[in-house]
Nanobody, 128 residues
Framework: QVQLVESGGGVVQAGGSLRLSCTAS????????MAWFRRAPGKEREFAAT????????YYGDSVKGRFTISRDNAKNTVFLQMNSLKPEDTAVYYC?????????????????????WGQGTQVTVSS
C-alpha cells in the first residue's frame, strides 16, 4: 500500500514563495518517478512538474516553468516543489503523484493516467 502525504501549503502574497513537501509511505521510493499536479477552482487538473527516479531529469508545465523547482530526497522518501514568484493564478490544491514503473520524460510525463497513487492535496492560496 502506498500513501502520499503533502504538506507546506498556505496563504501567501503575490510574489512570495512556498515549499511543498510530499512524503511517501512505500518501499523502493527511489524506483519511481514522481510528479506534482494542481487543480484550481472550477478548472481541470493541471500538470505542474515531474522528476525522474534519480532526480536528474525534470520537466515542467508551461505555466510554472522558470518559477517552480521540483526536487527529491530519496533517503527521506520525499519530493519537494519550491514555488517562487507566486501569482494569484497559482491558487489551487496541489497534489503529488507516484508514477507507474518507467520514465520516458518530456510531455509523456504530463498525462495523469500514468500515475497510480495520489496524495490528498494541500491548498495554496496566493493573494493579490
Amino acid at each position: 500500500q502506498v500513501q502520499l502525504v503533502e504538506s507546506g501549503g498556505g496563504v501567501v502574497q503575490a510574489g512570495g514563495s512556498l515549499r511543498l513537501s510530499c512524503t511517501a509511505s512505500m518501499s523502493q521510493f527511489s524506483s519511481y518517478a514522481m510528479a506534482w499536479f494542481r487543480r484550481a477552482p472550477g478548472k481541470e487538473r493541471e500538470f505542474a512538474a515531474t522528476i525522474s527516479r534519480n532526480g536528474i531529469s525534470t520537466y515542467y508545465g508551461d505555466s510554472v516553468k522558470g518559477r517552480f523547482t521540483i526536487s527529491r530526497d530519496n533517503a527521506k522518501n520525499t519530493v519537494f516543489l519550491q514555488m517562487n514568484s507566486l501569482k494569484p493564478e497559482d491558487t489551487a490544491v496541489y497534489y503529488c503523484a507516484k508514477r507507474r514503473a518507467g520514465y520516458i520524460g518530456g510531455y509523456t510525463e504530463t498525462v495523469a493516467g500514468i500515475y497510480d497513487y495520489w496524495g490528498q492535496g494541500t491548498q495554496v492560496t496566493v493573494s493579490s
